[in-house]
């Protein structure tokens, strides 16, 4: 079974700091790698979706990378703001769309 | 802009008694997903379907838990009886064809 990791856990950074947030995974045998943003309470909202075939994706100050040999996902944000707070999630997908969720990580951007 | 439809928002249920949850996937959308969210958790897949079939309920607890999408359009999530260890998130998503997964906004059961 796909195991996935977040490290770390919670972040606090003050405004305009730029972030890298990190997701690694034990199969490497995966089709996307999708990053998704949770408010308290709320579903999750889809950032970037990596497929297998690609090494990065951008979304205005967000930025994905995948490393599928190495089992690596990066997520960079670019001139953190207050309005990022949130936990952030990735998710590897394989052959039959099943998703493996990470932990996630709670991301605090102090103003 | 197309969303996935989930009610009710929030559920509050005895234990022992019924509860259902309604998805309504984006359109044309044949996978549809039902996510169970335990709080400070990732979510766990609970069912899959690709249109009306089920791919993948291998950790839906079937003695309590049953899912179903008779026209492959909306889905209905139902626990019976349930316990207090059901109180969690429930969150449905859809995809077309391997391609990105967008979530509802969750019903927030809470069981006492």
């Known amino acids: 079974k796909q195991e996935v990791t977040q490290i770390p856990a919670a972040l606090s950074v003050p405004e305009g700091e730029n972030l890298v947030l990190n997701c690694s995974f034990t199969d490497s045998a995966i089709y996307n790698l999708q990053w998704f943003r949770q408010d308290p309470g709320k579903g999750l909202t889809s950032l970037l979706l990596i497929q297998s075939s690609q090494r990065e994706q951008t979304s205005g100050r967000l930025n994905a990378s995948l490393d599928k040999s190495s089992g690596r996902s990066t997520l960079y944000i670019a001139a953190s703001q207050p309005g990022d707070s949130a936990t952030y999630l990735c998710?590897?997908?394989?052959?039959?769309?099943?998703?493996?969720f990470g932990t996630g990580t709670r991301l605090t951007v102090i103003p | 802009e197309a969303e996935v439809a989930q009610s009710p928002r929030y559920k509050i249920t005895e234990k022992s008694q019924a509860v259902a949850f309604w998805c309504d996937p984006i359109s044309g959308h044949a996978t549809l997903y039902w996510y169970r969210q335990i709080l400070g958790q990732g979510p766990e897949l609970l069912v899959q379907f690709q249109d009306e079939s089920v791919v993948d309920d291998s950790q839906l607890p079937k003695d309590r838990f049953s899912a179903e999408r008779l026209k492959g359009v909306d889905s209905t999530l139902k626990i019976q009886p349930a316990e207090l260890g059901d109180s969690a998130m429930y969150l449905c998503?859809?995809?077309?064809?391997?391609?990105?997964?967008?979530f509802g906004q969750g019903t927030r059961l809470t069981v006492v």
């Open positions: 998710a590897s997908s394989n052959w039959a769309n099943n998703l493996f």
């Open positions: 998503a859809s995809s077309s064809d391997r391609a990105e997964a967008f």
